[in-house]
């Protein structure tokens, strides 16, 4: 037997719920001795979390050992249950510490110090350890201490404001930034045990999941720092025009929306034209596509003052008739049926989105960059006549009329299975996927199947479930995923094998409840 | 650019960077790091140099932000690894190489012999990190992708979104391909481990469908449920308000069921709003322990929602952030990236890493370290190289190609 990646490291494990949980579940699939520290008597949030074996829908539930959320992100772990406000608590944690390499966090900022458990005082006991703690916004500053979760920090970070329709409010995302931070942790873990392999040294990490999250937004941080623009849902959006969006129109039945794309001057001058040249229009702010991107708010509000008092297919009739790019947005149950889907856009790309197909709310995303895609996308959908129309000959005239494209696109997947364009359209050199479901992931997929990215475990109280692999294969190192812990259930280890305890010492221990 | 030497946690290690956008990240994070990351690019410069947003949105290779974020920390170098001269020089660089980073299609570098087989020959210790849509092997390997279709076969776009609308992944940069680079230094990093333990370098087959796919939740796992788009996971009858506006922007904010995270917060939420004299009594007097989505009726949520909106719509962002920070709620509002450069917390901790760039005449602050560390902090080392910036430095002055070759070389375009 192979010796594994991180075999003889051991890791004390403080963390809870994912962001934490995700470092060290990675360091357990690769061999590393993992030891979750947790309470009975006051269990980690995801130990309470469902989905529950049986669908027991109470959302809080006492069985600490069913939540699939936990079994998930723990796999491979061994568990001990300490109750760390027991000063005893807190000298065994110590203990263990110290014939660890490396400790992980993941408590609001300042809550391992007030527990005794700081660096500073780990560094005594264990000089060369690693320790990482990763809070929302780091270990110092105004927020340091402020508690919260994945689902808030996407908010903090930018992401939910970037995310959604642009007639609509952000869609939620989840806890975006739960998987990007801890992967930056187990990185920067890595690197510094190479630093301490090298020179004897071991440190503290702070990392903030906020800083680190971050980075997945550096361009359009820069974008606003040095250009003065605003990213948001971008949806039909585009970095090449303004106006260019959905705006309100008057109300009909309920919502009414047009969507109005202007990119060139030309276009710009035919849109005041058809709004009636109003004195703004000749404002400096507006003069050219920069200027009026730069004052691209007020610009909206001023088309929105005139788009507000027509119904959504007057403003399209008046801008077609003025071949300004403009259509109406469909809203609500109007959607539903055989509607494509009305933006999603790519600056880069004509199709591009996500197209509905036969059967219930299965969907094929397709992304059409160049005029040889086109072709070959033209060829799998049987070169129907619209195809030769010259306003999708090219890719700027196909974001031009992108809205009718898709509408014509829909009209065609809609007839097949998702799978069956995707088929097609790969078998022709288009990218295309399935819209895939949890079940499509998990049991339908052959190329996750083929890398073995779901692990069938076996859970005494769970059952059968899975456990998901790195995205990495290693040539040398496979790894292996191994069900989650029970609570509790290595105390004897812990406590018998690794720190020397007797039989009578545990049983103390657990009759003080601090072994729980 | 005069670079200060610092050490970093991974100091003594040579990075070589072919990928392109898919594999950005990797390198700059390894150059965050303290490595010495080489971005290799194809003569006239990688195409990521051709995505925006622009520097004052001129469209140059020059001037791309989105090249200037992701490839900073690294010294950056020309080279068409087609070319017999081209791989000879490329191989010359492996032998003082612990990473190569390469995003090509499965095959491709096998094709110009510089598969791991190969260069596992000149170099046993060397790390080759592969990064491709959906792996080096297997039925898909060769499918066209781009970040759309790698969020729709993840499983990642099916629940975003609304449920009369189509399924979303976020917009703007492929942010696939940043959770592929940064999962690929992550692997680099286990890999120098293993090496330093045994001396053996290998090769990481990296899936960017499964690297996006890692967040697979467990609702279809243990329930054999398809939760749908917008919903809470499960049919609620009432309409539950959770985006609100305030007075310059929207925060997101509802009220959670369960007996203990969720009443500690709404308790504090009902706190805060009465410490402003915004809180009716209603709110006050209201029995948290018995709030259930699936039961309370939507007059409930009418009366509990009237105060908080009134509340929301008096207040800032920034007001509403310090408050949830007082009162240590989980809550926070909406930032645009505007919020974000202005915050207060990033400000205090020197988030924002200057850097000059000379030819543009200007700075330009940078998200700057992903973590701090007590001895060896994480830092950019440098700005995003110019095109083939470097060329001399390596070619001329390390691998000590005469001048006359290299001018050969470049007429006849492999550098």
């Known amino acids: 037997m192979e010796k594994k990646l991180l075999e003889g490291i051991r890791v004390v494990d403080f963390t809870t719920v994912i962001a934490g949980p995700l470092i060290t579940k990675t360091m357990a699939a690769h061999g590393a001795e993992v030891i979750k520290i947790e309470r009975r008597s006051r269990p980690g949030l995801f130990r309470l979390f469902g989905p529950y074996k049986d669908d027991i829908l109470r959302p809080f539930n006492p069985w600490v050992n069913r939540g699939g959320s936990f079994g998930m992100w723990n796999t491979g772990k061994l568990s001990a249950a300490l109750n760390l406000t027991h000063a005893r608590g807190v000298e065994i944690a110590k203990q263990l510490v110290a014939l660890a390499d490396i400790v992980v966090e993941n408590f609001a900022g300042g809550v391992m110090n007030k527990m005794g458990l700081g660096y500073e005082e780990l560094k005594k006991v264990k000089p060369d350890i690693i320790m990482l703690s990763s809070c929302m916004q780091g270990q110092t500053g105004p927020h340091s201490n402020h508690p919260g979760y994945g689902t808030q920090l996407v908010n903090l970070s930018g992401f939910s404001n970037i995310s959604g329709w642009p007639d609509r409010e952000p869609a939620g995302i989840g806890p975006y930034t739960d998987y990007i931070a801890p992967r930056f942790s187990l990185m920067a873990i890595m690197a510094a045990l190479d630093y301490r392999r090298r020179t004897g040294k071991g440190q503290y990490i702070d990392l903030s999941q906020y800083e680190s999250s971050l980075h997945f937004m550096a361009p359009l941080i820069l974008d606003n720092e040095v250009n003065g623009r605003v990213a948001t849902r971008m949806g039909n959006r585009s970095l090449y025009a303004a106006p260019h969006g959905a705006y309100p129109c008057r109300d009909r039945h309920k919502d009414g929306w047009c969507a109005i794309a202007v990119y060139t001057d030309e276009e710009w001058e035919s849109f005041c034209r058809v709004i009636g040249n109003p004195a703004w229009t000749r404002e400096a702010k507006f003069s050219s596509l920069q200027a009026r991107r730069q004052n691209e708010k007020e610009l909206d509000r001023l088309v929105e003052e005139w788009t507000i008092n027509l119904l959504p297919e007057d403003v399209t009739r008046r801008m077609r008739e003025a071949e300004v790019p403009a259509d109406e947005l469909q809203t609500g149950d109007e959607l539903s049926e055989h509607r494509p889907q009305v933006k999603h856009r790519s600056p880069y790309a004509a199709p591009h989105g996500a197209y509905r197909c036969r059967w219930e709310d299965r969907w094929c995303a397709i992304a059409v960059y160049t005029d040889e895609e086109w072709e070959s996308f033209c060829r799998v959908i049987g070169n129907p006549a619209w195809t030769t129309d010259p306003r999708f000959a090219t890719l700027e005239e196909r974001k031009e009329n992108e809205e009718e494209l898709d509408r014509l696109i829909a009209a065609w997947t809609v007839n097949h299975s998702a799978e069956e364009v995707m088929s097609m359209m790969q078998t022709a050199r288009v990218a295309a996927g399935i819209v895939a479901s949890g079940e499509d992931t998990m049991e339908h997929d052959p190329q996750l199947k083929h890398r073995h990215l779901f692990w069938e475990l076996e859970h005494p109280e769970i059952g059968n479930y899975h456990g998901v692999a790195p995205s990495f294969i290693l040539s040398k190192c496979p790894c292996e995923i191994k069900r989650a812990p029970l609570m509790g259930e290595h105390n004897e280890y812990v406590l018998k094998e690794i720190l020397g305890m007797s039989d009578d010492e545990v049983n103390e221990l657990i009759s003080k409840g601090v072994v729980e | ?415």
């Open chain 2, 1 to 415: 650019m005069k670079e200060d030497k610092v050490e970093g946690m991974l100091s003594p290690y040579r990075v070589l960077d072919l990928t392109d956008e898919k594999g950005l990240l990797c390198g700059k994070l390894l150059g965050d790091l303290g490595a010495d990351v080489i971005k290799v690019e194809r003569p006239g410069g990688d195409p990521a140099r051709h995505t925006g947003p622009f520097y004052h949105d001129e469209t140059d290779p020059e001037k791309s932000l989105f090249w200037f974020a992701y490839n900073n920390s690294k010294r950056g170098i020309t080279l068409n690894i087609e070319t017999a001269d081209g791989q000879e020089i490329l191989k010359r660089l492996i032998k003082t190489a612990d990473f190569l980073l390469e995003s090509f299609p499965p095959g491709y570098m096998d094709s110009l012999g510089l598969g791991y087989s190969a260069l596992e020959k000149i170099n046993p210790g060397l790390i080759m990190v592969s990064i491709t849509p959906f792996g080096q092997t297997g039925p898909y390997k060769d499918f066209k992708a781009s970040d759309i279709i790698l969020w729709a076969m993840s499983g990642r776009m099916f629940s975003i979104g609304d449920a009369d609308r189509p399924p979303l992944h976020i917009s703007h940069h492929a942010q696939a391909y940043l959770q592929a680079g940064l999962e690929a230094a992550m692997a680099a990093t286990m890999a120098l481990y293993y090496r330093q333990m045994t001396g053996q370098g290998q090769q990481i087959d990296l899936s960017i469908q499964a690297a996006v796919a890692q967040p697979s939740n467990s609702t279809w796992d243990i329930l054999k449920a398809t939760p749908q788009r917008g919903g809470l996971g499960r049919s609620i009858n009432i309409r539950l308000t959770r985006t609100w506006p305030c007075k310059d922007g929207l925060v997101t904010w509802f009220f959670m069921p369960g007996q203990f995270e969720g009443r500690r917060r709404n308790l504090a939420f009902v706190e805060w709003l009465d410490s402003k004299g915004m809180a009716d009594d209603f709110l006050k007097e209201f029995d948290w322990d018995a709030l259930d989505y699936a039961t309370v009726t939507q007059e409930t949520m009418d009366r509990l929602s009237e105060p908080t909106a009134k509340f929301f719509l008096a207040h800032t962002k920034l007001e509403l952030l310090e408050g949830a920070v007082k009162h240590r709620i989980l809550f926070y509002p909406q930032f645009t990236t505007t919020d974000i450069l202005e915050s207060a917390q990033l400000a205090a901790r020197g988030y924002w890493a200057e850097m000059e760039h000379p030819e543009l005449g200007t700075t330009i602050a940078y998200p700057g370290a992903f973590a701090h560390a007590s001895e060896t902090p994480p830092r950019i080392s440098r700005r995003a190289p110019l095109i083939g910036e470097h060329n001399e430095e390596i070619y001329e002055k390390e691998l000590c190609i005469p001048r006359e070759e290299l001018i050969a070389l470049k007429q006849a375009g492999v550098v």
